[in-house]
């Protein structure tokens, strides 16, 4: 039966497919259908495609096959398209007359499509009934159909023809193109030019002046896009504004339909407002234009970040003045807002028309611009000085009054789990996928609590027990098992679930092991819970272990965790290790290094009374908990924590303090303390390349280049021995913030590792990335110590970076360590001159954060903010694309400041002054 199916398919044999597909019976199609399967999952079935008629293919899977096999094969749906045709409605409507319009119900709701199903052919099957009309397919078959890609050529051509297939292409279906969006975008948009192929702006032009389609109705379809789309947001998928600025202006069209145009203002779409705005230009000077509604978006517009839309929007109002002055003072009026931008050139205009056409007695004029007045640059200032009353400075700038950071506050002060109703809400947090991992937290429950003893608890204890379980049995995706080696050597980069995150839960699940061992009958009911995981963990190998999987299929103890033996893992492995060790030995000595205060400090006070509690016990610290415990002694308080260590503690214990960081510090090879730990730290070198290298994105750029001598501790049981390790090679993106911790006050190590082997380019637009760089930044954020070294690279790398939310971050810890005295402004200035320089990342960026919100804070600030952009001029060479606003910025900050221009930046200023476009900056530097 198979042999004759497929010599009637490979030959073609229409007139014999009827007659052998009635005389088949259920089995015959069940068998048939199982061939057609196997057929479709070939390798080469494009080449088989063109041997036979693909028609007779999907026939006889619309006869044979079931629902659910046809949804097998939906990833490929052309393999089940079928043009219209009097043989093949016939073949349908005798063997399956329902079967197309069950399936069609099935990609509809899955948001897919028939692609290369023809329009033509849908509109007739609707006709007929075997196919149901829906506005998505109609919109997906019609610009398919209507503009066709040849990938040989590289050129689209155009089916006018198809418009005029139906009358309801032109009534109703050409509408949905607009409607729902960026389906023509499919198949032959261009997304590097951002443009569609001429031809289908002509068609549109053409139809509109042979009256086709009414100019009106057009117009008012491409502005409610941006009601109908939620994809309009991207500036890919903007062919409607290349669309309005192809359309010929009609005057009387465009005023019928104006208050359509009002609202696509707002648009987060540039391009299409721009569009809109060229289009409201030819209409601003018509009586019949609502100015009152224009001016209700005049916020939104001098609000965008996009300097086009804001000169697009002056030059209306420009026009507009021009006109006629007296009828359009409303402009004026509300020109104010306007200096919510920073930009010298944009104020300054903005100024002119206030000065050309405002009145000074205008009193509602002179109100506005008292609102924006701490917005406004000197030279604005000046322009306007008729304009304004005059206000004292101190008025302007309120004094930062704080210049300590209070580390250890009652406000800061650790929240721990006091009761089981806190333990449960901790350990059903600890192991959420997306929630922050704090080893020290779940550590301290297990060495609080001992045994669930009621019902309740026991049932709450199961159910993250259950997700603890599953965590411990998955290979973290940060490293890749080989079975060969029996090691963990290739590795992935960036993923949600990693070895620390892994680590507690085999330590929590092990705790629970701990528990049922030694505590017998009295856990019993723990027990049965704890087998009924397993049990349905076994029931369900392959949900659990993923596409990873696992050589046994079963627990490994914390003792001999998998990733014990990779050092990067090794201290907070060892760290859990005498935890387990505390708890086993049911121990009341307390670990040394737990914080008291966020993030991860420790009061020296609570440091040196549980030393004490040691030297009663006469035992010995752990090393690694001592280690921990020291670089936890946040650096405002390493002076109180040797003095009173010297008046509680007896010589030993208080010589491990001071070993650390007092007097009895060593510098030879291999000594581990305060002294040798910063000396490492300066050693390191920053730089960019001299050559553009690909990016992320494959575009040329300078990159950063960083230096890590090799650890002094290689080999040793301490967070410091991997300093020079490659970080994302193993940390993850859950990781890095109990990964920074390690470090305690020494973050400058993993910050240096982040920005060599994560940073090294401004480029952070893929998810992982960003991810990644955005959980380092909070850490940062949250460990209020010095901003030096690595950290002033990674924080000004970050206010030059393309994502919004670290230069955001940046900015707040800017003016935070500002005011706190706590960033080494030579340092930040110098990186950030380096990465302006070599253009690693848009100056305009870090422009934007001067302009917007570290100008005028404080007095303080101001002089902090004149540093960073004295040493950060210092290390520019040339022309760099936005370095004119920079210098603008300067000049600005000097007179605010009352100061003179440094004469380190003048001699820099005159080896620039050949650069046309920056003379007259330069010159007006040179004199003030």
């Known amino acids: ?121 849908y509109i007739q099957w609707i006709e007929k009934g075997y196919l149901a009309h829906d506005k998505y397919l109609c919109s997906v078959l019609l610009s398919g159909s209507l503009c066709q890609y040849d990938s040989r050529t590289n050129t689209s051509t155009i089916d006018v023809d198809v418009l005029f297939f139906r009358k309801v292409v032109l009534d109703e279906h050409i509408w949905y193109l607009f409607q729902l969006g960026n389906y023509m975008i499919d198949t032959y948009y261009d997304s590097k030019s951002c443009t569609l192929p001429q031809a289908v702006y002509d068609m549109f032009n053409t139809l509109v002046r042979e009256k086709k389609i009414e100019y009106e109705k057009l117009v008012s379809a491409i502005a409610d896009t941006v009601h109908y789309t939620d994809f309009f947001m991207n500036a890919d998928y903007s062919w409607f504004a290349d669309l309005l600025s192809s359309l010929p202006i009609e005057h009387n069209g465009l005023l019928a339909v104006q208050q359509k145009l009002f609202p696509v203002l707002r648009a987060k779409n540039t391009k299409i407002v721009s569009a809109t705005l060229n289009v409201i230009k030819e209409i601003v000077t018509d009586k019949q234009f609502d100015k009152e509604s224009f001016v209700t978006v005049l916020g939104e517009l001098f609000g965008s970040k996009t300097k086009k839309t804001v000169i697009g929007t002056l030059d209306i109002i420009t026009k507009a003045l021009a006109a006629d002055s007296k009828t359009n003072q409303c402009y004026v009026t509300e020109l104010g807002i306007g200096f919510i931008q920073t930009d010298k050139t944009i104020q300054l205009r903005i100024a002119g028309l206030i000065v050309q056409y405002g009145k000074t007695n205008d009193e509602v004029l002179r109100a506005n611009l008292q609102q924006y007045i701490t917005l406004m640059l000197v030279d604005t200032k000046e322009a306007l000085k008729d304009f304004l009353t005059d206000v004292e400075e101190e008025s302007i700038i309120e004094e930062y009054v704080e210049s300590s950071v209070a580390i250890y506050s009652q406000e800061n002060k650790l929240q721990w789990a006091e009761t089981e109703d806190d333990v449960v809400f901790l350990m059903s947090s600890v192991f959420d996928t997306y929630a922050e991992l704090n080893i020290e937290k779940v550590i301290d429950a297990t060495l609080r609590f001992k045994t669930p003893e009621t019902d309740l608890e026991l049932d709450q204890v199961q159910n993250y027990l259950y997700s603890a379980c599953k965590k411990a049995l998955k290979e973290p995706f940060g490293l890749c098992y080989t079975y060969g080696t029996d090691k963990y050597e290739n590795t992935m980069f960036f993923w949600l679930f990693g070895g620390l995150v892994q680590l507690t839960a085999i330590y929590y699940v092990d705790y629970i092991v701990h528990l049922i061992d030694t505590k017998g009958e009295k856990v019993k009911p723990l027990k049965e819970a704890y087998d009924a995981i397993w049990e349905q963990i076994n029931n369900n190998k ?111 214990y208080y010589g491990l303090i001071d070993a650390f960081y007092g007097e009895g510090q060593l510098t030879t090879a291999g000594a581990l303390n305060n002294t040798t730990i910063e000396a490492y730290i300066q050693r390191y070198v920053f730089k960019t390349s001299e050559e553009k290298l690909e990016d992320r994105d494959f575009a040329k750029r300078h990159r950063i280049e960083m230096e890590l001598p090799q650890s002094p501790w290689k080999g040793q049981i301490n967070p410091f021995s991997e300093a020079d390790t490659q970080v994302n090679k193993y940390i993850s993106i859950a990781d890095i913030r109990p990964y920074i911790r390690t470090f305690g006050a020494y973050i400058e190590l993993p910050f240096a590792q982040i920005v060599k082997d994560v940073f090294w380019s401004s480029n952070v637009a893929l998810a992982d990335v960003r991810d990644y760089l955005v959980e380092a930044i909070k850490s940062l954020y949250d460990t209020k110590v010095k901003i030096q070294t690595s950290t002033a690279m990674f ?36 990186y950030a001159g380096i990465l302006a320089n070599k253009e690693w990342g848009a100056v305009k960026r870090f422009n934007t954060l001067v302009s917007e919100k570290m100008l005028n804070i404080s007095s303080k600030h101001n002089q902090a903010l004149e540093e960073t952009l004295v040493y950060l001029l210092l290390q520019i060479e040339g022309n760099v694309t936005g370095f004119k606003v920079t210098l603008e910025l300067y000049s600005e900050i000097l007179a605010l400041n009352k100061n003179k221009t440094s004469q380190e930046v003048l001699t820099k200023l005159n080896n620039l002054s050949t650069i046309s476009t920056l003379k007259k900056t330069i010159k007006q530097l040179q004199t003030q």
């Open 795 to 830: 924080l000004a790398c970050s206010m030059f970076s393309s994502e919004g939310s670290l230069r955001d971050y940046g900015v707040e810890i800017w003016i935070e360590r500002v005011g706190y005295d706590l960033i080494d402004i030579k340092q930040f200035g110098t």
């Open 542 to 652: 392959s949900k659990y272990l993923g596409f990873w999987g696992k050589k046994e299929f079963q627990l490994v103890p914390l003792v001999d965790w998998r990733l014990k033996d990779i050092q990067i893992f090794q201290p907070y492995h060892h760290w859990c290790l005498y935890a387990k060790e505390l708890v086993q030995h049911k121990s009341k000595l307390p670990m040394l290094a737990m914080p008291t205060h966020e993030p991860i400090w420790i009061e020296p006070s609570v440091l040196v009374s549980r030393l004490r509690q040691y030297q009663e016990s006469k035992v010995v610290p752990n090393p690694v908990d001592l280690l921990f415990a020291l670089c936890r002694c946040h650096p405002d308080a390493r002076v109180e924590l040797l003095e009173c260590g010297k008046k509680e503690l007896a010589k030993f």
């Open 1 to 121: 039966m198979i042999e004759e199916f497929k010599t009637i398919l490979y030959n073609k044999q229409e007139d014999k497919f009827l007659p052998f597909m009635q005389t088949l019976k259920a089995k015959d199609k069940k068998e048939l259908a199982a061939f057609l399967m196997q057929e479709a999952k070939r390798d080469d079935w494009n080449t088989i495609r063109k041997q036979h008629v693909t028609s007779l293919f999907a026939l006889s899977c619309y006869i044979c096959c079931t629902y659910n096999q046809m949804r097998t094969m939906q990833w490929n749906t052309y393999k089940l398209i079928l043009e219209y045709s009097d043989f093949n409605e016939s073949v349908l409507r005798t063997l399956a007359p329902n079967r197309m319009l069950e399936y069609q119900k099935y990609i509809v709701e899955k948001k897919q499509s028939f692609p290369h199903l023809s329009y033509r052919s």
